[in-house]
């Protein structure tokens, strides 16, 4: 039976425990068992499991994706945006992360409450405002508030994001975003309070030989309604209904920025080098069409057309005559 420690002697072990006069026998065991703790930080409690994690992040690689080609068309260089975290932090924390100045836009998602926040960071906000006004969209530009022009060059693109983004959520949940201003000290956004819960999307973004962050804030109380949907699952079963409207619409509008080479072949003539060197001013080389003759309209070098040739408005140009149904249609040799 063993012995009855009265309360002199309890109190007298834990101050020699307390003193490190006593080692404990499993000490080891003891700080094993504790490795497997993990802490847990009440004032900022996870709202998001990490399947809701996962799925958000998957829902904003479709919008980097959609986005970084709208914008591959609109700067003519390559653009690329992929998420490289998920963070759920307090608003404070994401106050404290951002430039002072940045680029910030807020912005309504109706008819789901409250207000979210979409920030660039100078590293890349300059270059791209560079590059729509014509420049080369260089590095190195000095960190200062965006001007009036530059803040409504700024407003058209996050627009035009907001629409790629509203797309890429349409799995989930069908939201109207609205942009309500454009800010650059961060202390002026204050969309919910400072200890709130929110999640923080972190998306990189290369544009040519330049990287920046764009930062996509949601405070928890705007995606809260939709939690019960922040699921895998229920992104692959809504995935399966097709590309709706407002996608194929948002496709079209992409494509119809990209460039095209238009190339019309007015004809062909064979020359020896002998005559190639003879030539000189004034001489006429002899192709093998008539005045009258179709003639080839090649986009990126597939004929696509047939036309005449003419003059437009003092210039030289061509009158669509016929559209070639086959694509794999060769080049016709007419010869005189």
């Not at 912005?107 to 926040?117: D, I, K, N, Q, T």
């Not at 590293?123 to 791209?128: D, R, V």
């Not at 973004?205 to 939709?226: F, Q, S």
């Not at 080479?261 to 001489?283: I, S």
């Amino acid at each position: 039976m063993t012995d009855i420690l009265s309360q002199d002697e309890i109190d007298a072990l834990l101050g020699a425990l307390d003193a490190g006069d006593i080692e404990t026998e499993n000490g080891e065991g003891a700080a094993a068992a504790d490795s497997h703790a993990r802490l847990y930080d009440f004032k900022r409690p996870d709202k998001f499991s990490k399947e809701q994690l996962r799925t958000i992040q998957m829902l904003h690689e479709t919008f980097g994706r959609l986005w970084s080609s709208a914008l591959s068309g609109m700067l003519r260089s390559l653009v690329n945006m992929s998420v490289i975290s998920v963070d759920q932090l307090t608003y404070r924390e994401f106050l404290l992360s951002m430039a002072d100045p940045s680029v910030i836009c807020v912005f309504s998602m109706s008819p789901l409450e409250g207000r979210a926040v979409i920030e660039f960071s100078p590293a890349i906000a300059f270059p791209l405002i560079d590059r729509l006004l014509g420049g080369h969209g260089a590095a190195g530009h000095k960190i200062r508030e965006l001007t009036d022009i530059e803040q409504r060059i700024i407003s058209t693109l996050i627009e035009e994001g907001l629409l790629f983004l509203k797309e890429a959520w349409v799995s989930m949940t069908e939201f109207y975003p609205e942009m309500l201003a454009v800010e650059s000290n961060p202390m002026f956004v204050q969309i919910v309070p400072p200890s709130d819960m929110v999640l923080l999307l972190s998306l990189e973004a290369k544009v040519g030989d330049l990287t920046g962050v764009i930062n996509v804030c949601y405070p928890y109380i705007v995606l809260e309604p939709i939690l019960t949907h922040l699921s895998q699952q229920f992104l692959f079963a809504s995935s399966g209904k097709g590309a709706t409207k407002d996608t194929r619409t948002a496709i079209l509008d992409t494509l119809k920025e990209v460039s095209l080479d238009v190339e019309v072949q007015l004809g062909e003539a064979e020359l020896t080098f002998g005559e190639a060197l003879d030539l000189k001013p004034g001489d006429v080389i002899k192709l093998n069409t008539k005045i009258d003759s179709e003639l080839n309209v090649s986009v990126s070098d597939r004929v696509k057309f047939m036309c005449v040739p003419g003059v437009h408005h003092g210039h030289n140009a061509v009158l669509i005559t016929r559209l070639i149904e086959n694509p794999e249609e060769k080049l016709k040799d007419v010869r005189v």
